[in-house]
């Protein structure tokens, strides 16, 4: 399977720190993207990162790319109780006709 | 109004059941897609379409049928519901002509099948 792995799969911060969360694939990629799902809403696009790509910073989020490694991270920094969601990478595949492949998620929890 | 909208937003069914779950997009993409998130499994596509005459399966397309009778609409269908085929069904839609793929989700049909 192409799907992606993401880590931890739950992460419990307080309010004001950062939040970093990990994703891995493990074949070649045209870009990754991280999306974020409320609870039992449709998910909502954050950031999308290409292949030739490094670093994106949006807000208080910044992505990195590492192909390499076959690994993305995505902070946010100075997390706020409103961050509390469901986190997904999803990726991009080189030849595989624009679909995208979702890991199964991080559930990330920030306490007030 | 919604970019992207699904009915119902929730429906209880029985076993053997031909249920129809539809899409609706304002967004003049070209691109439809249907997924299903079940608990600790991501989402995992079913079926999708790159336009009107374009239908391709995804990763676990048996058990289900679509129809996209416009561009702006893509309907699912279960032919004949079973049980595990409860889950959470999510319409998206992207743009055609981009490098880019950035997908835009509807608000989720919670489906049961008792």
């Known amino acids: 399977s192409q799907q992606g792995e993401e880590d931890p799969q739950a992460l419990s911060i307080q309010e004001g720190e950062n939040a970093t969360m990990n994703c891995s694939y493990k074949?070649?990629?045209?870009?990754l993207q991280w999306y974020r799902q409320n609870s039992g809403r449709g998910l909502v696009h954050l950031i999308l990162?290409?292949?030739?790509?490094r670093e994106k910073h949006s807000g208080r989020l910044r992505v990195t790319l590492d192909t390499s490694k076959k690994s993305s991270s995505l902070l946010i920094t100075a997390s706020r109780a409103a961050d509390t969601a469901s986190y997904f990478c999803?990726?991009?595949?080189?030849?595989?006709?624009?679909?995208?492949?979702f890991g199964k998620g991080i559930t990330l929890s920030v306490r007030p | 109004d919604a970019d992207v909208t699904q009915t119902p937003r929730n429906r209880i069914t029985k076993t053997g059941k031909r249920i129809m779950l539809e899409c609706s997009q304002t967004?003049?993409?070209?691109?439809m897609y249907w997924y299903r998130q079940d608990p600790g499994l991501g989402l995992r596509l079913i079926y999708y379409?790159?336009?009107?005459?374009?239908?391709n399966k995804g990763e676990i397309s048996d058990g289900y049928s679509v129809s996209r009778q416009a561009q702006a609409k893509f309907s699912l269908s279960l032919e004949s519901a079973i049980p595990n085929q409860t889950a959470l069904y999510f319409c998206?839609?992207?743009?055609?002509?981009?490098?880019?793929?950035?997908?835009?989700f509807g608000p989720g049909t919670r489906l049961t099948v008792l």
């Open positions: 074949t070649s990629i045209n870009n």
């Open positions: 999803a990726t991009d595949h080189t030849g595989a006709n624009s679909k995208l492949t």
């Open positions: 967004k003049g993409h070209d691109r």
């Open positions: 998206a839609t992207s743009a055609a002509g981009t490098n880019y793929n950035e997908q835009f």
């Open positions: 379409s790159f336009d009107v005459k374009d239908i």
């Open positions: 990162i290409r292949s030739n790509e």
